[in-house]
């Protein structure tokens, strides 16, 4: 049974649309080659880290550096700036972009950070804002979590 046969109504408005208004030479190529980099962007900003810059906070000292890493995917963006707290320990203050629910009412987000040893979690405040006093060295991972809208994850970083 051919298409004309099962629903003749369909094919025949298809017909009047081929006949009035066709599609442009090319349209599917440049859809399916526009998809495909979307879908590449996407993914490398899923997978990498956007950008990540070490400064030194003012003295000479290797021990002493500051360093500033933002990551960015799905309209989010997240600053981390990690600094030394005490011996053996890092503090994290961070920075994210608000994301609003359907009603255009912010998103009560919760910050988790992930660690080998052990994780931490707190709140994300009314300005994006997050901080993590004394966390220790290693390989980190942060999670952004919110009702009921997909959570945000960082690829694995050294701090």
Known sequence: MNAEERD???VAI????????PPPSGLTERVLVALAV?????????????HRSQQLAGVRSGDDQKLVMEFTAAGVTVLLRISPADAGHRRID?????????????????ASLWQ?????TCPVG??????????????TRL?????????????LFEI
């Not at 979307?38 to 956007?50: A, I, R, S």
């Not at 997050?130 to 390989?139: C, D, N, R, T």
């Open 94 to 110: 961070g920075w994210v972009t608000r994301t609003a629910d359907a009603k255009g009412e912010l998103v009560e987000l919760t």
């Open 143 to 155: 999670d952004l979590a919110g009702g009921d809208s997909d959570a945000f994850r960082t690829t």
């Open 8 to 10: 003749p109504l369909l």
């Open 38 to 50: 979307d879908d590449l962007d996407l993914e490398y900003e899923l997978l990498t880290m956007v």
């Open 126 to 139: 009314a300005h994006g804002r997050f901080e993590f006093a004394a966390v220790p060295p290693g390989l």
């Open 14 to 21: 298809k017909r009047m649309y081929d006949e009035l208004d």
């Open 116 to 120: 080998e040893q052990g994780s931490h």
